[in-house]
Nanobody, 118 residues
């Protein structure tokens, strides 16, 4: 059974950092591009970042460029998102999804909540 399980979210002050993880099972991670998306309260899904199969190419939304870093460990079947210099506007539920930037973001996990607040 295909599963994506996010973890690592939490409450952090502005300027703080978090590292999100996405554990994949039921498929071979290294065959797929992977994407992080987020959804703030009352808003739609927002693309955050994508990493290519093999990890050669990465891309980021302008709103997170220079602050977030996507990476993958295919041996561990795990995707990561390092969040630095967090802002209140980064508050959202973060999801990992199989596929690229322009996919339908299915399948995706249940999400991990990131709250940035003083």
């Amino acid at each position: 059974e295909l599963q994506l399980v996010e973890s690592g979210g939490g409450l952090v002050q502005p300027g703080g950092s978090l590292r999100l993880s996405c554990a994949a099972s039921g498929f071979t991670l290294n065959n797929y591009a992977m994407t992080w998306v987020r959804q703030a309260p009352g808003k739609g899904l927002e693309w955050v970042s994508t990493i290519s199969s093999g990890g050669t190419f990465t891309s980021y939304a302008d709103s997170v460029k220079g602050r977030f870093t996507i990476s993958r460990d295919d041996a561990r079947n795990t995707l990561y998102l390092q969040l630095n210099s967090l802002k209140t506007e980064d508050t959202a539920m973060y999801y990992c999804a199989r596929g690229g930037r322009y996919s339908d973001y299915h399948p995706r996990g249940q999400g991990t909540q990131v709250t940035v607040s003083s």
